[in-house]
């Protein structure tokens, strides 16, 4: 009987190490911006979500993202961008999110996942995605990159529709993609307590209006609840 139990608990064993062993595989396609869920191109400092199989652990979703620096490796999934590894925050067997170099330039860039969670290095096929100056998205409350956007104001952290802004008040929008930034920051950190302001000129329309931007550049990293890679630009209701 014990017998019995000891072999149904390799065989489990056995069957888990298998499906962690299976290559990681995703198309240029798969690559979306994590906040707008728009694919295409990525931009320097950008927070990118891969779709795909095998991409992570195949029975939990795993989060790196509570401490900084973001690691390179995240419960054994590794991202390479032109080779280098750079932080990753989340990784499930579907889904890695990781966060794009400030310092890639020209037009593609060559990405690679590999994985560790057999004990051994597999490693996806390398694939090539184009690489833009900027790529700026909008987080929403849905998470689905449409609908009410995810954004705080004057009186807080704004949840719900049931909450709107009213003109003349100060809102903050976040997101990602807004590109390098002045002065520079590394890959993985917190943006600095002072201004980070993106290098690109960031400008914004509401019901096709034109509207002021105050300030767009990295989320400070002394604001309560700051996220590696998040973006945010601030102007005043018209």
Known sequence: MRTSLIGITVS????????????????????VNA???????????MLVNITGSNLGDPSFFRSCSGSTPIPTICFGISVLV???ATPVLYN???????????????????IQVTSNLSGRTISSGVVNVPVAATAPGLYTIS???????????????????SQPVPPGTVVVLFGTGFGATS????????????????VASVTMTINNQS?????????????????????????TVP
């Open 12 to 31: 489990c064993s056995f069957w888990a190490f298998s499906a962690a062993a299976q290559t990681p595989t995703f198309t240029a396609a798969s690559f």
């Open 92 to 110: 499930s067997a579907s889904q890695v999110t990781f966060q794009a170099p400030f310092n890639i330039s020209g037009g593609t860039a060559t």
């Open 82 to 84: 032109n080779g280098a």
């Open 211 to 235: 509207v002021p931007v105050t300030f767009a550049g990295l989320e400070p990293g002394n604001l309560a609840g700051a996220v590696v890679g998040y973006d945010e630009v601030v102007f």
């Open 35 to 45: 906040a707008s869920m728009v694919s295409g191109t990525i931009a320097p400092g």
């Open 143 to 161: 998470g689905a990159g449409t609908g009410t956007g995810y954004y705080s104001s004057e009186g807080g952290l704004i949840a719900s529709i």
């Open 183 to 198: 002065p520079t920051v590394a890959a993985g950190t917190l943006g600095p307590n002072t201004a980070a302001a993106a």
